[in-house]
């Protein structure tokens, strides 16, 4: 692994990370694309290596001048490099790749990890919980002890904090779907009316939903929910998105308004929603762009490419990155993702989950 990545004078991190705070929380406190551009100068002072990278293709500071043209950096990359400008690494998380082969980590220091949180709770209210609900949570992902290096885990801590009622139940541990209890948990949870949202792999959701018999089908409460990531690409199998809010509706009872995916990269400290058969929905933050891999041309209506993603979250890492998934535009800056290229594994956020279950 190549480090490529040197401190940033802290007062400039600092007050950038202060713009990107208030803009999570206040749209109008600031401009999507001045920010961008302000953090794309701060980047390209602070990685020598994305510098050179930015330099090669004629981007800088002097002659870039709307943030649909600051240059994305794919996937790839962070197999062989880690691109970072804060201060004290405080975690590391595991991008893509396969265990042992071709992975890569994607770094955060304290600051880093107080802002992704900021925007997950944030993203989380205004799409998970635009109804202000609080819940019970059985989590079909790893508690964060678990699985220190899977960024989802970590990230569903903090929602499971912050809407929970009571501490969340894991029913995966140290490998394993520990059925029975999961079961014994939306019984009594169910028995006392009260709403439950439910987070995991999406294929993990498959093999519980497959175990379950008639007698052990549950209808949830009113206001219970569901969120499953990971897709089922790379699988033997695979279950296309309404045959799997199907099996969710007719083994939970929770209607296709309350079955929620999610989309996230290791590499980004944002992740992107959707809601029953809705196109994936951008929070206000960031942009996503629908391109050709080899041009980055935005695809046209009806027109399949590679989501090109911005993150103003990601203040010490590229802000930019360049997707290898399939998608269509949607209306108003969202996207209908399609799965994985074909031949291609699991990664990202997903990959760890996958192979859990």
């Given at each position: 692994?190549?480090?490529?990545?040197?401190?940033a004078?802290?007062?400039?991190?600092?007050?950038?990370?202060?713009?990107?705070?208030?803009?999570?929380?206040?749209?109008?406190?600031?401009?999507?694309?001045?920010?961008?551009?302000?953090?794309?100068?701060?980047?390209?002072?602070?990685?020598?290596?994305?510098?050179?990278?930015?330099?090669?293709?004629?981007?800088?500071?002097?002659?870039?001048?709307?943030?649909?043209?600051?240059p994305?950096?794919?996937?790839?990359?962070?197999?062989?490099?880690?691109?970072?400008?804060?201060?004290?690494?405080?975690?590391?998380?595991?991008?893509?790749?396969?265990?042992?082969?071709?992975?890569?980590?994607?770094?955060?220091?304290?600051?880093?990890?107080?802002?992704?949180?900021?925007?997950?709770?944030?993203?989380?209210?205004?799409?998970?919980?635009?109804?202000?609900?609080?819940?019970?949570?059985?989590?079909?992902?790893?508690s964060?002890?678990?699985?220190?290096?899977?960024?989802?885990?970590?990230?569903m801590?903090?929602?499971?904090?912050?809407?929970?009622?009571?501490?969340?139940?894991?029913?995966?541990?140290?490998?394993?779907?520990?059925?029975?209890?999961?079961?014994?948990?939306?019984?009594?949870?169910?028995?006392?009316?009260?709403?439950?949202?439910?987070?995991?792999?999406?294929?993990?959701?498959?093999?519980?939903?497959?175990?379950?018999?008639?007698?052990?089908?549950?209808?949830?409460?009113?206001?219970?929910?569901?969120?499953?990531?990971?897709?089922?690409?790379?699988?033997?199998?695979?279950?296309?998105?309404?045959?799997?809010?199907?099996?969710?509706?007719?083994?939970?009872?929770?209607?296709?308004?309350?079955?929620?995916?999610?989309?996230?990269?290791?590499?980004?400290?944002?992740?992107?929603?959707?809601?029953?058969?809705?196109?994936?929905?951008?929070?206000?933050?960031?942009?996503?762009?629908?391109?050709?891999?080899l041009?980055?041309?935005?695809?046209?209506?009806?027109?399949?490419?590679?989501?090109?993603?911005?993150?103003?979250?990601?203040?010490?890492?590229?802000?930019?990155?360049?997707?290898?998934?399939?998608?269509?535009?949607?209306?108003?800056?969202?996207?209908?993702?399609?799965?994985r290229?074909?031949?291609?594994?699991?990664?990202?956020?997903?990959?760890?989950?996958?192979?859990?279950l």
């Amino acid at each position: 692994m190549n480090v490529c990545y040197k401190p940033a004078r802290l007062e400039d991190k600092q007050r950038l990370v202060r713009r990107v705070q208030a803009y999570i929380e206040d749209e109008a406190s600031d401009s999507f694309g001045e920010l961008a551009l302000a953090l794309f100068r701060f980047q390209y002072q602070a990685m020598p290596a994305l510098q050179r990278f930015w330099s090669s293709l004629g981007a800088g500071p002097d002659s870039t001048s709307h943030w649909r043209d600051i240059p994305p950096v794919g996937l790839s990359v962070f197999k062989r490099f880690e691109l970072f400008c804060g201060q004290e690494v405080a975690r590391r998380f595991a991008t893509s790749g396969t265990s042992g082969r071709g992975r890569g980590t994607s770094l955060f220091d304290a600051q880093d990890l107080e802002l992704m949180e900021r925007a997950i709770l944030a993203n989380a209210a205004g799409s998970l919980f635009q109804d202000g609900q609080k819940t019970r949570f059985l989590m079909l992902v790893p508690s964060e002890p678990d699985a220190p290096e899977v960024i989802m885990a970590h990230g569903m801590a903090r929602i499971a904090a912050r809407f929970g009622l009571g501490e969340p139940v894991y029913a995966v541990q140290q490998g394993r779907l520990l059925e029975r209890e999961a079961l014994n948990a939306l019984r009594t949870w169910s028995d006392h009316g009260t709403p439950i949202t439910m987070i995991g792999g999406s294929f993990g959701f498959v093999n519980f939903m497959e175990r379950l018999t008639p007698e052990t089908t549950l209808r949830l409460p009113p206001g219970s929910r569901l969120l499953d990531a990971g897709g089922f690409k790379g699988r033997s199998r695979e279950v296309n998105r309404f045959e799997f809010m199907d099996m969710v509706e007719a083994s939970f009872g929770i209607p296709r308004s309350h079955i929620f995916n999610l989309y996230g990269l290791t590499e980004l400290a944002s992740q992107f929603y959707s809601q029953g058969d809705s196109p994936k929905r951008p929070p206000h933050w960031t942009r996503a762009l629908v391109v050709d891999p080899l041009t980055l041309e935005e695809a046209g209506p009806d027109s399949r490419g590679v989501p090109l993603l911005f993150d103003l979250a990601n203040v010490s890492r590229p802000l930019a990155i360049l997707t290898d998934d399939i998608a269509e535009p949607a209306d108003n800056g969202g996207f209908h993702l399609l799965g994985r290229a074909s031949g291609t594994a699991p990664r990202g956020c997903s990959l760890n989950l996958e192979r859990l279950l």
